[in-house]
């Protein structure tokens, strides 16, 4: 058992922390399962989009079980790559969108969880913070998928006061997409993914794959890696079908190649 469940929606993923007691704080067995499920569901074909959420409508997640029997914070340091590293890297190097339902406030680490997602779509009662800073430690590793996101000036007054800010400031900070009320939460991140699932996977992954590389690119270097990636993608099947479509005035079906 390891707390988290694995659902497949037609041709969506849902990956739900099941530790509501806990407020879905998660364990060092929720994050390989989280790769795990990750790595199934970008090498499925037919999988055109994962939703990570958490279970109950308190928290998306609390970030990581310190309780007295947590195995959280116990590295061995003789092994690279801590299993939330990892799980970012995983999520990093998705072709597939992920997409966060915010049920609930999203605290430490599970700032973490939703930073490293595509796009979200959160709860207007929700709390967003850092607050490792008052039991003695510091966001360090989710820095690594806060930073691209939230402005310096709040990042840094996140993590040093450890206060949260609400839905609607973390809407304003570039933390999520769409703010709405509980009872519209699924019908908002339906119609999200309706916009997704109905879209070139080809392009998207493609797309994914190319905007991740570039991040790290110098400008020159970024505008000789984008011009080789549109002449790529102009060769697939959906690029051909796209333009069919186009033409024919009808809804494209798409091989996904």
Not at 19 to 28: P, S, V
């Amino acid at each position: 058992m390891t707390d988290l469940r694995v659902e497949s929606r037609g041709a969506t993923i849902w990956l739900t922390i099941d530790r509501e007691a806990r407020r879905n704080a998660f364990t060092t067995a929720v994050l390989e399962a989280l790769i795990e499920a990750l790595d199934r569901a970008d090498r499925d074909p037919e999988i055109r989009a994962i939703v990570l959420t958490g279970a109950g409508d308190r928290a998306f997640c609390a970030g990581a079980d310190i309780s007295a029997e947590s195995d959280q914070f116990r590295y061995d340091f003789s092994k690279t790559g801590v299993p939330l590293v990892r799980l970012f890297e995983r999520a990093r190097a998705l072709t597939t969108p992920l997409i966060a339902r915010v049920n609930g406030h999203a605290l430490a680490g599970g700032l973490g969880l939703l930073g490293m997602c595509d796009m979200a779509v959160a709860v207007e009662t929700a709390l967003f913070g850092m607050p490792e800073v008052k039991v003695g430690l510091f966001p360090m590793q989710i820095m690594c998928v806060l930073e691209p996101l939230v402005p310096r000036r709040k990042l840094y007054e996140l993590a040093i006061t450890g206060e949260p800010v609400s839905a609607r400031e973390a809407l304003e900070i570039g933390l999520l997409n769409y703010v709405v009320p509980a009872a519209e939460l699924d019908t908002k991140l339906d119609w999200l993914l309706n916009r997704v699932i109905d879209k070139s996977p080809t392009a998207i992954r493609r797309g994914k794959y190319a905007m991740r590389r570039m991040e790290s690119m110098h400008a020159d270097q970024a505008f000789a890696f984008m011009e080789a990636q549109i002449g790529l993608v102009s060769l697939t099947e959906d690029a051909a079908e796209g333009r069919r479509a186009f033409n024919e005035k009808r809804p494209p079906r798409w091989t996904g190649r």
